[in-house]
């Protein structure tokens, strides 16, 4: 019963969880345990426990006797994630350098080709899941699964950003021309020039960051949002 329970738990959290990354539930969007529960025809404790799990990851505010509303996207902790998302990709990178073979490079320049592909047929959740599979190639390669894991697990609010920017066509060709050269320094053999444009990669959310909040401010956190539901949220969030 508890195995048959947990199951049905992570699937109402991996399915939330999804679909708030990936935008469909848009940052703001205000949801209740009645009615995904009915909608996913569940009972409210495994809903109710995925919210839990979700404002654990920044992605949901939970606020008693109001509801539970998806979080808008906070630049500072874009950056929190944007850095550790450089910090490791380096670390790996380095690795990567010293082993990688033909297969390997293969699987880099065939992942390239599905990504162009994508964004030529305008499927961006299809764009950035190749875009992360591209990624984590370099940890594959050098069995750093584990510090993947930690990556996927803390870059909700990174993730969001980087699916916005692939809506815009000047920025996502961008990413590819990255992705390209980046395979060509590893080629090269060049791990500093590789290095170099890989943190420029992770870093352009930076550059870009200003265009993507000028066209679509409703999806970010200001300053002062704090009063989402016309009250203190962290105020009453401490209250819980």
Not at 108 to 135: C, I, S, T, V, W
Not at 172 to 194: G, P, W
Not at 223 to 238: A, E, T
Request: overall charge negative; charged content about 35%; some cysteine.
């Amino acid at each position: 019963m508890r195995e048959n329970r947990k199951s049905i738990g992570d699937a109402v959290y991996s399915t939330l969880y999804k679909n708030i990354i990936n935008m469909t539930l848009l940052p703001g969007t205000i949801m209740s345990e009645k009615d995904i529960s009915a909608r996913m025809e569940v009972s409210r404790t495994p809903v109710r426990e995925a919210f839990i799990k979700l404002s654990k990851d920044g992605l949901v505010y939970i606020v008693p006797q109001k509801g539970t509303i998806v979080s808008k996207i906070d630049m500072k902790r874009v950056e929190e994630e944007r850095f550790l998302r450089e910090i490791l990709e380096c670390g790996v990178l380095e690795l990567f350098m010293k082993c990688k073979t033909e297969d390997s490079i293969y699987k880099m320049k065939k992942n390239l080709e599905k990504q162009k592909d994508a964004l030529e047929k305008k499927e961006y959740d299809k764009f950035m899941e190749y875009d992360n599979m591209f990624h984590k190639i370099t940890f594959d390669e050098t069995n750093k699964n584990m510090c993947w894991n930690i990556i996927e697990n803390a870059s909700g609010h990174y993730y969001r950003i980087r699916l916005i920017t692939a809506w815009m066509e000047d920025i996502s060709i961008n990413v590819i021309e990255q992705h390209q050269e980046l395979i060509d320094r590893i080629v090269d053999n060049d791990y500093e020039s590789a290095k170099k444009i890989l943190k420029h990669h992770i870093r352009k959310i930076i550059i870009e960051e200003d265009e993507v909040f000028e066209k679509y401010p409703e999806y970010f956190k200001a300053i002062d949002d704090d009063n989402i539901f016309g009250d203190n949220l962290f105020s009453d969030l401490k209250n819980k």
